[in-house]
């Protein structure tokens, strides 16, 4: 089959079709395929949805908005093993130093960019859905903007450090955006985002079912081998990438193949009641599998560090 759409980044319309699926969050019944640039092995969720059908795939129920991710403490016993596990961020940000200015990207309501203010940082952000924002804003009293980045007005050369944490998937044109990052950044500025890694185990296991391909809200799924490619045509270097051992990405893949099984017995019913609710437990089950996955470079997702070059 022949697809009108032209790849992103190396201009090809050449494409490999990998599957075709349903949003299974949202249950709408559209067809969407996964594709392969046959040029230069991009993946891409086909086709890309507009703008104004982002109220139907992105409702107030989407998981990431409400979703709220097993954290490990921060002291007492519980404290050595956050240390051997790694959180999520906190490791990854460069060293501040006084008036140094971040602008997050997708900063929902305002969380990360919170505990960066009292850090020192000066903050601000942008938020697409407009109850986030609006929370950001008045609960958490930061600035925040709301609206899509690719018209926000952002000062240029403004800021150390930009943040986009599973954004940068989300965002139609990955090079148009890579390159207002590239502006608004000082010289020599960071970017730091984390992103689903289309070239890890679960995916390879779960297929279809890995929840990571989050169809059709994630329009790209990269590698670190092509996000290389992508940054350095935007001006970038890519300095680290870090593999995470989170595993929910692992536990709610699982999920998703179980309940396409239609297996209707008591056991399997006490197998997703476990991964529903037994949250701690999950992690705990999981975590050696993830943990795996991250030393073999094969984790779910990455978090990239890169430097603008100019």
């Known amino acids: 089959m022949v697809y009108q759409h032209t790849c992103n980044f190396c201009g090809s319309d050449d494409w490999k079709e990998l599957f075709t699926t349903t949003d299974s969050h949202t249950q709408e019944p559209d067809l969407f395929s996964i594709l392969q640039c046959r040029k230069c092995g991009l993946h891409i969720t086909f086709p890309l949805i507009d703008v104004e059908d982002y109220p139907r ?18 002291n007492g016993p519980g404290a050595l093993l956050r240390k051997i596990v790694g959180d999520r961020y ?26 960066l203010q009292q850090l020192g940082w000066q903050v601000s952000g942008l938020e697409i859905n407009p109850k986030a924002a609006e929370f950001a804003r008045q609960q958490m009293n930061l600035d925040v903007m709301q609206g899509d980045f690719y018209t926000a007005d952002i000062s240029e050369n403004s800021y150390d450090l930009v943040l986009a944490m599973m954004v940068l998937e989300h965002l139609s044109d990955t090079q148009q955006a890579l390159l207002k ?38 329009f790209y799924h990269f590698d670190a081998n092509i996000l290389d490619k992508i ?4 001006g970038f270097k890519m300095e680290k990438v870090y593999y995470q051992k989170v595993p929910s990405i692992n536990i709610k893949s699982t999920q998703n193949y179980i309940k396409s099984r239609n297996l209707n017995n008591r056991f399997v019913k006490r197998i997703e009641a476990f991964l529903d609710k037994g949250r701690k437990s999950s992690f705990i089950l999981f975590f050696p599998f993830s943990f795996m996955e991250a ?14 070059c100019k």
């Open 57 to 74: 795939f992105y409702p107030d129920t989407y998981f990431s908005y409400d979703q709220v991710a097993f954290q490990l403490p921060k």
């Open 90 to 115: 906190h490791y990854i940000f460069p060293p501040f130093q006084k008036g140094q200015k971040v602008f997050e990207i997708g900063c929902h309501k305002g969380v990360m960019l919170k505990e």
């Open 181 to 218: 990052v590239n502006k608004i950044l000082k010289p020599g500025g960071q970017f730091i985002f984390n992103i689903p890694n289309h070239n890890s185990l679960g995916r390879r296991l779960f297929g279809r079912h890995w929840t990571a391909y989050d169809i059709p809200r994630h």
């Open 295 to 308: 030393i073999f470079r094969t984790s779910g997702s990455i978090i990239v560090q890169a430097r603008v």
């Open 231 to 234: 940054l350095a045509k935007a």
